[in-house]
């Protein structure tokens, strides 16, 4: 098993739910829906059973950066390559009202080079059991009563134990979104497309500068 270090992770959220995302673009903790909510992901607790959601740019010798978007929480991951760079953010709309269908959703978007991509939820903390579903360039995660869609515009596969995997090739100054919400969530573009996550973006960066304005905190 292998562990990162609590300082490796960065914090992302909604008011709602948070979630952690490590130094290897993996998100390794993340409740759904609530704060209070049984565990999606997990591998901060048990790397092998607790399900994570990581896309990397990868080779040896990759080096990470990590920042926050300045005065706001939304949070991006850096893989300087011998020849490039990668760029991931990481961010969950906000100040949506409760019946907008980007109100539960976890936004990835990343540009440049060949990426890799798995996606391996662990419903209840790894006790409930998932039935995976691939339709299209959407993978339908099912457990109990939750069902959970991750929408891309690449081709997904995924493996007998129903871990979601993606490998592609990014051209300078292409990008590509990832989609993780509520499979019933109606009115949401399936797959998601570039402008959509554009303007979910904006109004995130929005959210936190207009309640960092207002915030006494000194």
């Given at each position: 098993m292998s562990y990162q270090p609590i300082e490796n992770y960065g914090i992302i959220g909604n008011m709602r739910t948070v979630a952690l995302v490590s130094m290897n673009g993996s998100i390794d903790w993340y409740c759904y829906p609530q704060f209070d909510s049984p565990s999606i992901f997990g591998a901060i607790l048990d790397d092998k059973k607790g399900g994570r959601f990581q896309i990397s740019a990868g080779a040896?010798?990759?080096?990470?950066?990590?920042?926050?978007?300045?005065?706001?929480?939304?949070?991006?991951?850096?893989?300087?390559?011998?020849?490039?760079?990668?760029?991931?953010?990481?961010?969950?709309?906000?100040?949506?009202?409760?019946?907008?269908?980007?109100?539960?959703h976890l936004c990835r978007r990343i540009r440049c080079v060949r990426i890799?991509?798995?996606?391996?939820?662990?419903?209840?903390?790894?006790?409930?059991?998932?039935?995976?579903?691939?339709?299209?360039?959407?993978?339908?995660?099912?457990?109990?009563?939750?069902?959970?869609?991750?929408?891309?515009?690449?081709?997904?596969?995924?493996?007998?134990?129903?871990?979601?995997?993606?490998?592609?090739?990014?051209?300078?100054?292409?990008?590509?979104?990832?989609?993780?919400?509520d499979d019933c969530a109606d009115g949401v573009p399936c797959p998601p497309s570039e402008k959509g996550a554009e303007e979910l973006l904006r109004g995130a960066v929005k959210f936190w500068h207009d309640w960092l304005s207002a915030c006494a905190y000194q």
């Open positions: 040896d010798g990759v080096r990470l950066k990590q920042v926050y978007w300045p005065s706001t929480n939304v949070w991006v991951t850096r893989f300087l390559l011998v020849d490039g760079i990668a760029e991931l953010e990481d961010f969950m709309p906000v100040g949506l009202p409760s019946d907008s269908p980007g109100h539960h890799s991509v798995s996606c391996r939820p662990a419903f209840d903390y790894g006790r409930q059991t998932r039935d995976t579903q691939i339709k299209a360039n959407t993978a339908i995660f099912k457990s109990g009563n939750v069902s959970l869609a991750l929408s891309t515009n690449v081709p997904l596969s995924n493996d007998e134990q129903g871990e979601v995997s993606a490998e592609f090739v990014l051209a300078e100054g292409k990008s590509q979104v990832f989609i993780l919400r």
